[in-house]
């Protein structure tokens, strides 16, 4: 048998190689204050999908963290010739996973993936590319899908001069009334032409910023044929309607679903 302090030498010795691939391959940390924080989420098979992605040009450079949430990491990066991007990457080793096993596996486009923890944090990060690329081509306002492999999702850099658009919560509109009205129109052209639900819709996932509101944060999103597809649109109606409850008039939550299932209601 093995020891185990030999075993975390040869993943050490494995990491490092990689680390060096990485830097041959020409991307750049950029700093080491940063490079210890990556050392927190990147296992060896980040590392590997990483590598990928930079040896494929996709990335050229990573940057500081912008958010650390349940299930992922997100940081700036840059892409192209030095455009600004964002890496989303879903933790492996420490991330919240039972709350997606729910979501995918009630999912018609996801039924045949197997189970393990594993395969379940690479199909959502494949299906959060997949539904931002379904929302962009319907035109709605999201991060521009850029690439993906395994745990790791590359998307548009959605802020200003480096410094991300603030969420909803941190930026209160100025016109609540205008606001309520672009998120609701946000949820039904999401349902009627992208035929999405976002599934965790609330201040936290939307950001404001270039004069509009931004939706952000797919990964769970089900089309209308999911069986908790309604259920999950309603809960959306009840997170928008208690923000702006308090700020302006709002609308009747069963009416405003009825309003954006239409004939859905009725099929059997
Ligand atoms: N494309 C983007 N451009 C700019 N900032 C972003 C972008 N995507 C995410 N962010 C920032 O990172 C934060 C976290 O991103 P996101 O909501 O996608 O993941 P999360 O909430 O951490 O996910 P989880 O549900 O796994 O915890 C966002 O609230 C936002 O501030
Ligand atoms: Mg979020």
Same mark, same amino acid.
């Given at each position: 048998?093995?020891?185990?302090?030999?075993?975390?030498?040869?993943?050490?010795?494995?990491?490092?190689?990689?680390?060096?691939?990485?830097?041959?391959?020409?991307?750049?940390?950029?700093?080491?204050?940063?490079?210890?924080?990556?050392?927190?989420?990147?296992?060896?098979?980040?590392?590997?999908?990483?590598?990928?992605?930079?040896?494929?040009?996709?990335?050229?450079?990573?940057?500081?963290?912008?958010?650390?949430?349940?299930?992922?990491?997100?940081?700036?990066?840059?892409?192209?010739?030095?455009?600004d991007?964002?890496?989303?990457?879903?933790?492996?080793?420490?991330?919240?996973?039972?709350?997606?096993?729910?979501?995918? @596996?009630?999912?018609?486009?996801?039924?045949?993936?197997?189970?393990?923890?594993?395969?379940?944090?690479?199909?959502?990060?494949?299906?959060?590319?997949?539904?931002?690329?379904?929302?962009?081509?319907?035109?709605?306002?999201?991060?521009?899908?850029?690439?993906?492999?395994?745990?790791? @999702?590359?998307?548009?850099f959605?802020g200003e001069d480096g410094v991300p658009?603030?969420?909803?919560?941190?930026?209160?509109?100025?016109?609540?009334?205008?606001?309520?009205?672009?998120?609701?129109?946000?949820?039904?052209?999401?349902?009627?032409?992208?035929?999405?639900?976002?599934?965790? @819709?609330?201040?936290?996932?939307?950001?404001?910023?270039?004069?509009? @509101?931004?939706?952000?944060?797919?990964?769970?999103?089900?089309?209308?044929?999911?069986?908790?597809?309604?259920?999950?649109?309603?809960?959306?109606?009840?997170?928008?309607?208690?923000?702006?409850?308090?700020?302006?008039?709002?609308?009747?939550?069963?009416?405003?679903?009825?309003?954006?299932?239409?004939?859905?209601?009725?099929?059997?």
């Amino acid at each position: 048998m093995r020891r185990r302090g030999e075993e975390t030498k040869k993943t050490d010795d494995r990491i490092e190689a990689l680390d060096r691939k990485l830097s041959e391959s020409g991307i750049r940390i950029r700093d080491s204050d940063q490079r210890k924080v990556l050392d927190e989420v990147f296992d060896e098979v980040t590392l590997l999908a990483l590598y990928k992605l930079a040896n494929k040009k996709v990335i050229t450079a990573v940057g500081g963290s912008i958010s650390t949430g349940k299930e992922a990491n997100v940081f700036a990066a840059e892409h192209g010739e030095g455009e600004d991007c964002v890496i989303k990457i879903y933790r492996i080793r420490t991330g919240n996973f039972n709350a997606m096993s729910d979501y995918i @596996l009630g999912d018609p486009r996801f039924s045949n993936i197997r189970k393990t923890k594993k395969e379940i944090i690479f199909a959502w990060t494949k299906k959060e590319y997949s539904n931002l690329s379904r929302a962009q081509e319907a035109g709605l306002p999201v991060p521009e899908p850029i690439a993906f492999d395994r745990n790791i @999702l590359i998307m548009g850099f959605l802020g200003e001069d480096g410094v991300p658009y603030p969420q909803l919560r941190l930026d209160p509109p100025d016109d609540p009334e205008a606001a309520y009205t672009e998120c609701l129109d946000l949820i039904t052209r999401l349902y009627q032409k992208a035929r999405l639900v976002h599934g965790d @819709l609330s201040e936290y996932n939307i950001l404001s910023g270039g004069g509009r @509101l931004w939706l952000i944060d797919m990964g769970q999103a089900v089309t209308p044929d999911h069986p908790s597809a309604h259920r999950f649109l309603f809960r959306d109606i009840r997170n928008i309607n208690r923000y702006f409850g308090n700020r302006c008039t709002i609308h009747d939550e069963h009416e405003i679903l009825r309003g954006i299932v239409g004939e859905d209601f009725f099929t059997p």
